[in-house]
Antibody, heavy 119, light 107 residues
Framework: EVQLVESGGGLVQPGGSRRLSCAVS????????MHWVRQAPGKGLMWVAR????????AYADSVKGRFTISRDNAENTLYLQMNSLRGDDAAVYYC????????????WGQGTPVIVSS | EIVLTQSPGTLSLSPGERATLSCRAS???????LAWYQQKPGQAPSLLIY???RRATGIPDRFSGSGSETDFTLTISRLEPEDFAVYYC?????????FGQGTRLEI
């Protein structure tokens, strides 16, 4: 069974940092591209970042570029999102999701981890 | 980036009726790399349709997708009570990937 379990969310002050993790099981992690998608309270989905299977290529939404870093540890079957210089509009539930290749839909999603940005 | 516009914003129907949801792109979507997701309250989204018309594993055949280039449709032939949810389209052919704003399907 494919499982993706996010963790690391919580309350963070504006300007602060947070690292999210996504532990996966049930599939060959090192063969899949991975994504982060977020959803602000009561809002729609927004793609945040993606990383290819061997971590040689990453891409980001313009709104997070230069502040967020996606990475992965294929030995530990874990995906990460390092978030720096957090702003109020970064508050959201953050989902990790798996894809097969660069041009693939998001076939499986985690349950999400909430990030609250407030002083 | 490609902007996806979904319509209507809210669709009010009854079980047994047919639902037609639209997703229009600001430019042609490469190789029809368009997906539809369903999201129920408090849950993560789940994949319904990919490549515009292919059902994901385990998706009942009352769900169908169609369209090409800039105009895409998700059709639910006979609504079941569990189908009332929010539906999102996503293009994944051009970076950055983008989502539509969603259509809420309500009873």
């Amino acid at each position: 069974e494919v499982q993706l379990v996010e963790s690391g969310g919580g309350l963070v002050q504006p300007g602060g940092s947070r690292r999210l993790s996504c532990a996966v099981s049930g599939f060959t992690f090192s063969s899949h591209w991975m994504h982060w998608v977020r959803q602000a309270p009561g809002k729609g989905l927004m793609w945040v970042a993606r990383i290819n299977s061997d971590a040689s290529s990453t891409a980001y939404a313009d709104s997070v570029k230069g502040r967020f870093t996606i990475s992965r540890d294929n030995a530990e079957n874990t995906l990460y999102l390092q978030m720096n210089s957090l702003r109020g509009d970064d508050a959201a539930v953050y989902y990790c999701a798996r894809a097969t290749t660069m041009s693939s839909p998001l076939r499986d999603w985690g349950q999400g981890t909430p990030v609250i940005v407030s002083s | 980036e490609i902007v996806l516009t979904q319509s209507p914003g809210t669709l009010s129907l009854s079980p047994g009726e047919r639902a037609t949801l639209s997703c229009r792109a600001s430019q042609s979507i490469i190789l029809n790399y368009l997906a539809w997701y369903q999201q129920k309250p408090g849950q993560a989204p789940s994949l319904l349709i990919y490549s515009a018309s292919r059902r994901a594993t385990g998706i009942p055949d009352r769900f169908s997708g169609s369209g090409s280039e800039t105009d895409f449709t998700l059709t639910i032939s006979r609504l079941e009570p569990e189908d009332f949810a929010v539906y999102y389209c996503q293009q994944y052919g051009t970076s950055p990937s983008t989502f539509g704003q969603g259509t809420r399907l309500e009873i």
